[in-house]
T-cell receptor, first 116, second 113 residues
Framework: KQEVTQIPAALSVPEGENLVLNCSFT??????LQWFRQDPGKGLTSLLL?????REQTSGRLNASLDKSSGRSTLYIAASQPGDSATYLC???????????????FGQGTRLTINP | SAVISQKPSRDICQRGTSLTIQCQVD?????MFWYRQQPGQSLTLIAT?????????ESGFVIDKFPISRPNLTFSTLTVSNMSPEDSSIYLC??????????FGEGSWLTVV
């Protein structure tokens, strides 16, 4: 059974710092990994998707890496801003095709606070 | 990206009642997924809904408690039946989109009193 762990559970840093959020998963046979952002009282916003064959993806100040063999992914946020404050969730998808493989298994999330 | 609308966005429900949540997608999709997020917890898949067939439920979730309809390729409903305070959660609808990305609705926040 796939298990996803995110460390740290909470992180508070001053504005402008670069930071790294960690995600690990127990079963390396994944199809892809997706990072989401969740603001209080809101749904999930997709940030980055990394296919199992890829090593990293970048979008603006965000960079996500994937090391499938070691079961790890990191989300790097450069030059953090107060607007980056949110909970960040990583989720792995086991496969494609049949419906059971398309489900996402989520980590518990990292609650990030950027202090002005 | 897919645009997903959920109704209601929030509701306060009486214990023992049932509530139906609606999910509308702006494009046709084969599979729709229903997740639950209990307070302070991460998301857990309840079931997968295919158009034209019965929903497939994850371990720990049953059809009598969470009946699902999928009448067409853009719409689904999830009913939370005979609610108790333990059902107070965010219920989220999701679909697969371009590039294998999964998209979520804004969620339906239910509080059972």
């Amino acid at each position: 059974k796939q298990e996803v762990t995110q460390i740290p559970a909470a992180l508070s840093v001053p504005e402008g710092e670069n930071l790294v959020l960690n995600c690990s998963f127990t079963d390396s046979a994944i199809y892809n990994l997706q990072w989401f952002r969740q603001d209080p009282g809101k749904g999930l916003t997709s940030l980055l998707l990394i296919q199992s064959s890829q090593r990293e993806q970048t979008s603006g100040r965000l960079n996500a890496s994937l090391d499938k063999s070691s079961g790890r992914s990191t989300l790097y946020i450069a030059a953090s801003q107060p607007g980056d404050s949110a909970t960040y969730l990583c989720a792995v998808r086991q496969g494609r095709g049949h419906q059971g493989a398309q489900k996402l298994v989520f980590g518990q999330g990292t609650r990030l606070t950027i202090n002005p | 990206s897919a645009v997903i609308s959920q109704k209601p966005s929030r509701d306060i429900c009486q214990r023992g009642t049932s509530l139906t949540i609606q999910c509308q997608v702006d494009s046709q999709v084969t599979m729709m997924f229903w997740y639950r997020q209990q307070p302070g917890q991460s998301l857990t898949l309840i079931a997968t809904a295919n158009q034209g067939s019965e929903a497939t439920y994850e371990s720990g979730f049953v059809i009598d408690k969470f009946p699902i309809s999928r009448p067409n390729l853009t719409f689904s409903t999830l009913t939370v039946s005979n609610m108790s305070p333990e059902d107070s959660s965010i219920y989220l609808c999701s679909v697969g989109g371009p590039g294998n990305t999964i998209y979520f609705g804004e969620g339906s926040w239910l509080t059972v009193v």
